[in-house]
């Protein structure tokens, strides 16, 4: 049974499961859909083509699938898709898809620190945790497990990798490959993260063969160049493969 203040507005349209508290002066708009076991804390607007998992929690100013800040919107009909067991903090906005994707999704087990905002048509993974104010153009992917502090700016149609670091402040156009520290300024790479690695179980060998592999990839004047000398030095690995095809299959370049 769900717990419904008097002083919330829900669609008659709506989707709502089982077990849902939505608390005083929250929106939920037609065209949404919110699974079960999901707490709405006051204030929180749920906007047209919302689609919510289970086991989130929505804080005070929360704006989720709102309409996207793009002159090329046309009113097309797109989504936002939210996953299940995230924690959306104060004020967090997180716009719907355009024609481009169709919908913004975000993973479970993400934690989105106040006032961030993720602009259309993004597509983030799971178990990222990304800092107060980061501001997240359109179209940008974020893979598992990526830990993003806080004012950090991230230009549209940036790719970033899992496990990475990304330090306060930082603001960039480029890509940002996997397992690294990124930070400075210009924002650039910083070394590996070691400490997030080794807190997701990774032995402190294979941290070093990882960082053989950045070593490699850095140590000529083009990068596949270096992909060329990771492969003639380097056994395959999962993880490796991973690197190298971050690499070749970016389209604004990677920091360095």
């Keep these: 049974m769900n717990q419904i203040s008097p002083l919330a507005y829900i669609h008659p ?5 089982d077990n849902n508290i939505i608390g005083p002066f929250c929106y939920i708009d ?3 859909v ?3 076991n999901n707490v709405l804390q006051n204030s929180v607007t749920i906007n047209y083509g919302a689609r919510i998992g289970n086991n989130n929690e929505f804080f005070p100013g929360a704006s989720i699938s709102t309409k996207p800040q793009d002159l090329k919107f046309k009113g097309e009909d797109t989504t936002c898709e939210i996953g299940n067991n ?6 967090v ?5 355009t024609a481009a994707k169709k919908a913004t999704k975000v993973g479970s087990n993400n934690l989105l620190m106040e006032n961030m905002h993720i602009a259309h048509d993004c597509l983030v993974g799971n178990g990222c945790i990304i800092g107060n104010s980061t501001k997240f153009g359109g179209e940008v992917v974020v893979d598992d497990f990526a830990t993003i502090s806080a004012t950090v700016l991230c230009h549209q149609f940036c790719h970033i990798g899992s496990y990475v670091m990304i330090q306060g402040g930082s603001r960039f156009s480029k890509d940002i490959p996997p397992f690294v520290i990124a930070g400075k300024e210009p924002t650039h790479y910083c070394g590996l993260n070691i400490v997030g690695l080794r807190r997701r179980g990774y032995s402190n060998e294979f941290i070093e063969y990882l960082h053989e592999a950045y070593r490699l990839l850095f140590s000529k004047g083009l990068l596949s160049d270096g992909i060329k000398e990771i492969r003639a030095h380097l056994p395959e ?6 690197i190298i095809r971050f690499v070749e299959n970016s389209k604004r370049g990677i920091i360095r």
């Design 93 to 97: 906005t997180i716009s719907r898809g």
């Design 237 to 242: 690995s999962d993880d490796v493969n991973y």
């Design 34 to 36: 919110i699974g079960d």
């Design 13 to 17: 349209e709506a989707i709502l499961g």
């Design 30 to 32: 037609k065209n949404t």
């Design 86 to 91: 995230n924690s959306i903090r104060e004020n």
